[in-house]
T-cell receptor, first 116, second 111 residues
Framework: DTGVSQDPRHKITKRGQNVTFRCDPISEHNRLYWYRQTLGQGPEFLTY????????KSRLLSDRFSAERPKGSFSTLEIQRTEQGDSAMYLCASSLSLAGGTDTQYFGPGTRLTVL | QKEVEQDPGPLSVPEGAIVSLNCTYS??????FMWYRQYSRKGPELLMYTYSSGNKEDGRFTAQVDKSSKYISLFIRDSQPSDSATYLC???????????FGTGTRLKVLA
Protein backbone atom coordinates (compact mmCIF):
# COMPACT_ATOMS: atom_id res chain seq x y z
CA ASP A 1 0.00 0.00 0.00
CA THR A 2 1.60 3.30 -1.09
CA GLY A 3 -0.85 5.65 0.64
CA VAL A 4 -0.32 7.85 3.68
CA SER A 5 0.27 5.81 6.82
CA GLN A 6 -0.05 6.86 10.46
CA ASP A 7 1.09 5.24 13.66
CA PRO A 8 -0.35 4.42 16.12
CA ARG A 9 -3.94 4.10 14.98
CA HIS A 10 -5.24 4.46 18.52
CA LYS A 11 -3.70 5.97 21.64
CA ILE A 12 -5.18 6.12 25.12
CA THR A 13 -3.31 8.21 27.64
CA LYS A 14 -3.81 9.86 30.99
CA ARG A 15 -4.11 13.59 31.38
CA GLY A 16 -0.71 15.21 31.74
CA GLN A 17 1.21 12.60 29.74
CA ASN A 18 3.09 13.34 26.51
CA VAL A 19 2.20 11.57 23.27
CA THR A 20 3.86 11.42 19.85
CA PHE A 21 2.30 10.43 16.56
CA ARG A 22 4.04 9.54 13.32
CA CYS A 23 3.00 10.13 9.72
CA ASP A 24 4.61 8.63 6.62
CA PRO A 25 3.43 10.48 3.49
CA ILE A 26 3.16 9.17 -0.04
CA SER A 27 6.80 8.78 -1.04
CA GLU A 28 7.16 11.44 -3.73
CA HIS A 29 4.98 14.05 -1.97
CA ASN A 30 6.79 17.16 -0.77
CA ARG A 31 3.98 18.71 1.27
CA LEU A 32 2.66 17.26 4.52
CA TYR A 33 -0.27 18.47 6.61
CA TRP A 34 -1.68 17.81 10.06
CA TYR A 35 -5.37 18.24 10.84
CA ARG A 36 -7.47 17.54 13.91
CA GLN A 37 -11.03 16.21 13.75
CA THR A 38 -13.48 16.02 16.63
CA LEU A 39 -16.74 14.08 16.61
CA GLY A 40 -19.32 15.54 14.26
CA GLN A 41 -16.93 18.13 12.84
CA GLY A 42 -14.80 18.40 9.74
CA PRO A 43 -11.01 18.31 9.96
CA GLU A 44 -9.36 21.51 11.21
CA PHE A 45 -5.97 22.55 9.90
CA LEU A 46 -3.08 22.49 12.38
CA THR A 47 0.13 22.91 10.38
CA TYR A 48 1.87 22.10 7.13
CA UNK A 49 5.39 21.43 5.85
CA UNK A 50 6.98 21.87 2.50
CA UNK A 51 9.88 19.46 2.53
CA UNK A 52 11.40 19.96 6.01
CA UNK A 53 10.22 23.56 6.47
CA UNK A 54 7.16 24.24 8.61
CA UNK A 55 5.48 27.03 6.67
CA UNK A 56 2.13 27.60 8.34
CA LYS A 57 0.70 26.95 11.80
CA SER A 58 -2.85 27.40 13.01
CA ARG A 59 -3.58 29.24 16.23
CA LEU A 60 -5.10 25.91 17.31
CA LEU A 61 -1.52 24.69 17.64
CA SER A 62 -0.80 25.79 21.20
CA ASP A 63 2.68 25.72 22.69
CA ARG A 64 1.97 22.20 23.96
CA PHE A 65 1.96 20.98 20.35
CA SER A 66 5.06 20.59 18.23
CA ALA A 67 5.50 19.10 14.79
CA GLU A 68 8.64 18.17 12.92
CA ARG A 69 9.61 16.79 9.56
CA PRO A 70 13.36 16.44 10.00
CA LYS A 71 14.41 15.04 6.63
CA GLY A 72 11.47 16.06 4.53
CA SER A 73 10.02 12.57 4.68
CA PHE A 74 8.06 11.35 7.72
CA SER A 75 6.66 13.76 10.30
CA THR A 76 5.94 13.59 14.02
CA LEU A 77 3.35 15.47 16.03
CA GLU A 78 3.96 15.67 19.77
CA ILE A 79 1.47 16.83 22.37
CA GLN A 80 2.90 17.63 25.79
CA ARG A 81 0.91 17.62 29.03
CA THR A 82 -2.20 16.27 27.33
CA GLU A 83 -5.62 17.57 28.32
CA GLN A 84 -9.01 15.95 27.91
CA GLY A 85 -9.82 18.53 25.25
CA ASP A 86 -7.02 17.08 23.11
CA SER A 87 -9.10 13.93 22.55
CA ALA A 88 -9.69 13.81 18.79
CA MET A 89 -8.67 12.13 15.55
CA TYR A 90 -5.35 13.47 14.30
CA LEU A 91 -5.14 13.25 10.53
CA CYS A 92 -2.10 13.54 8.32
CA ALA A 93 -2.29 14.37 4.61
CA SER A 94 0.29 14.77 1.88
CA SER A 95 0.40 16.34 -1.56
CA LEU A 96 2.74 16.92 -4.45
CA SER A 97 3.21 20.50 -5.54
CA LEU A 98 3.71 20.93 -9.28
CA ALA A 99 4.41 24.21 -11.04
CA GLY A 100 1.13 25.37 -12.55
CA GLY A 101 -0.59 22.21 -11.36
CA THR A 102 -3.08 21.27 -8.70
CA ASP A 103 -2.18 20.33 -5.15
CA THR A 104 -4.54 17.62 -3.97
CA GLN A 105 -4.28 16.38 -0.41
CA TYR A 106 -4.49 12.66 0.33
CA PHE A 107 -5.28 11.65 3.87
CA GLY A 108 -4.06 8.85 6.08
CA PRO A 109 -6.28 6.72 8.33
CA GLY A 110 -5.71 8.96 11.35
CA THR A 111 -4.62 8.44 14.94
CA ARG A 112 -7.46 8.45 17.43
CA LEU A 113 -6.35 9.96 20.76
CA THR A 114 -8.31 9.48 23.95
CA VAL A 115 -7.16 11.41 27.02
CA LEU A 116 -8.57 10.06 30.28
CA GLN B 1 -20.60 32.96 10.59
CA LYS B 2 -18.58 29.90 9.63
CA GLU B 3 -16.54 30.11 6.44
CA VAL B 4 -18.16 26.91 5.14
CA GLU B 5 -21.67 25.71 5.98
CA GLN B 6 -22.81 22.15 5.44
CA ASP B 7 -25.98 20.45 6.67
CA PRO B 8 -24.88 17.63 9.01
CA GLY B 9 -27.86 15.41 8.15
CA PRO B 10 -28.38 12.54 8.49
CA LEU B 11 -29.79 12.19 5.01
CA SER B 12 -31.55 8.87 4.36
CA VAL B 13 -32.39 7.78 0.81
CA PRO B 14 -33.49 4.51 -0.80
CA GLU B 15 -31.05 2.55 -2.92
CA GLY B 16 -30.94 3.83 -6.49
CA ALA B 17 -31.91 7.40 -5.58
CA ILE B 18 -30.06 10.50 -6.76
CA VAL B 19 -28.38 12.20 -3.82
CA SER B 20 -27.64 15.91 -3.67
CA LEU B 21 -25.13 17.20 -1.13
CA ASN B 22 -24.33 20.88 -0.76
CA CYS B 23 -22.07 23.43 0.87
CA THR B 24 -22.21 27.21 0.97
CA TYR B 25 -19.29 29.46 1.71
CA SER B 26 -18.66 33.10 2.46
CA UNK B 27 -15.10 33.81 1.29
CA UNK B 28 -14.90 34.63 -2.41
CA UNK B 29 -11.15 33.89 -2.37
CA UNK B 30 -11.81 30.14 -2.46
CA UNK B 31 -10.80 28.71 -5.84
CA UNK B 32 -10.36 25.00 -5.20
CA PHE B 33 -13.29 22.80 -4.26
CA MET B 34 -13.02 19.21 -3.11
CA TRP B 35 -15.37 16.49 -1.94
CA TYR B 36 -14.16 13.77 0.41
CA ARG B 37 -15.92 10.65 1.60
CA GLN B 38 -15.25 9.45 5.14
CA TYR B 39 -16.35 6.11 6.52
CA SER B 40 -16.73 5.78 10.27
CA ARG B 41 -13.39 5.91 12.10
CA LYS B 42 -11.43 6.17 8.83
CA GLY B 43 -9.53 8.99 7.13
CA PRO B 44 -11.17 11.12 4.40
CA GLU B 45 -10.94 9.74 0.87
CA LEU B 46 -10.80 12.17 -2.05
CA LEU B 47 -13.75 11.88 -4.44
CA MET B 48 -13.71 15.00 -6.59
CA TYR B 49 -11.50 18.03 -7.19
CA THR B 50 -12.66 21.07 -9.14
CA TYR B 51 -11.06 24.41 -9.86
CA SER B 52 -13.23 27.53 -10.18
CA SER B 53 -16.80 27.33 -11.50
CA GLY B 54 -18.32 24.57 -13.57
CA ASN B 55 -19.16 20.88 -13.54
CA LYS B 56 -17.02 17.78 -13.28
CA GLU B 57 -18.21 14.22 -13.69
CA ASP B 58 -16.56 10.98 -12.59
CA GLY B 59 -18.62 7.83 -12.87
CA ARG B 60 -21.69 8.15 -10.65
CA PHE B 61 -20.41 11.40 -9.10
CA THR B 62 -20.88 14.94 -10.42
CA ALA B 63 -19.47 18.03 -8.72
CA GLN B 64 -20.84 21.50 -9.45
CA VAL B 65 -19.39 24.84 -8.43
CA ASP B 66 -21.27 28.13 -8.66
CA LYS B 67 -18.87 30.81 -7.50
CA SER B 68 -21.37 33.61 -8.11
CA SER B 69 -23.69 32.04 -5.52
CA LYS B 70 -20.87 30.65 -3.36
CA TYR B 71 -22.50 27.24 -3.58
CA ILE B 72 -21.05 23.83 -4.35
CA SER B 73 -22.82 20.52 -4.87
CA LEU B 74 -22.06 16.83 -5.17
CA PHE B 75 -24.55 14.58 -6.92
CA ILE B 76 -24.49 10.80 -6.57
CA ARG B 77 -26.48 8.83 -9.13
CA ASP B 78 -27.79 5.32 -8.57
CA SER B 79 -26.84 5.47 -4.90
CA GLN B 80 -25.74 2.22 -3.25
CA PRO B 81 -25.67 1.11 0.41
CA SER B 82 -21.87 1.23 0.15
CA ASP B 83 -22.18 5.00 -0.41
CA SER B 84 -23.32 5.34 3.21
CA ALA B 85 -20.70 7.57 4.78
CA THR B 86 -20.02 11.17 5.76
CA TYR B 87 -19.35 13.50 2.84
CA LEU B 88 -17.09 16.47 3.51
CA CYS B 89 -16.67 19.49 1.31
CA UNK B 90 -13.26 21.16 1.46
CA UNK B 91 -12.25 24.52 0.03
CA UNK B 92 -8.86 26.03 -0.68
CA UNK B 93 -7.48 29.32 -1.92
CA UNK B 94 -4.24 30.35 -3.55
CA UNK B 95 -1.54 31.63 -1.22
CA UNK B 96 -2.32 29.08 1.46
CA UNK B 97 -2.34 25.31 1.25
CA UNK B 98 -4.68 24.53 4.09
CA UNK B 99 -8.17 23.29 3.34
CA UNK B 100 -11.26 24.59 5.11
CA PHE B 101 -13.72 21.76 5.66
CA GLY B 102 -17.44 21.70 6.18
CA THR B 103 -18.82 19.73 9.11
CA GLY B 104 -19.77 16.85 6.81
CA THR B 105 -23.16 15.39 5.84
CA ARG B 106 -23.99 11.87 7.03
CA LEU B 107 -25.61 9.88 4.24
CA LYS B 108 -27.47 6.60 4.69
CA VAL B 109 -28.51 4.64 1.62
CA LEU B 110 -31.13 2.09 2.54
CA ALA B 111 -31.20 -1.28 0.74
Amino acid sequence: DTGVSQDPRHKITKRGQNVTFRCDPISEHNRLYWYRQTLGQGPEFLTYFQNEAQLEKSRLLSDRFSAERPKGSFSTLEIQRTEQGDSAMYLCASSLSLAGGTDTQYFGPGTRLTVL
Amino acid sequence: QKEVEQDPGPLSVPEGAIVSLNCTYSNSAFQYFMWYRQYSRKGPELLMYTYSSGNKEDGRFTAQVDKSSKYISLFIRDSQPSDSATYLCALGSSGTYKYIFGTGTRLKVLA
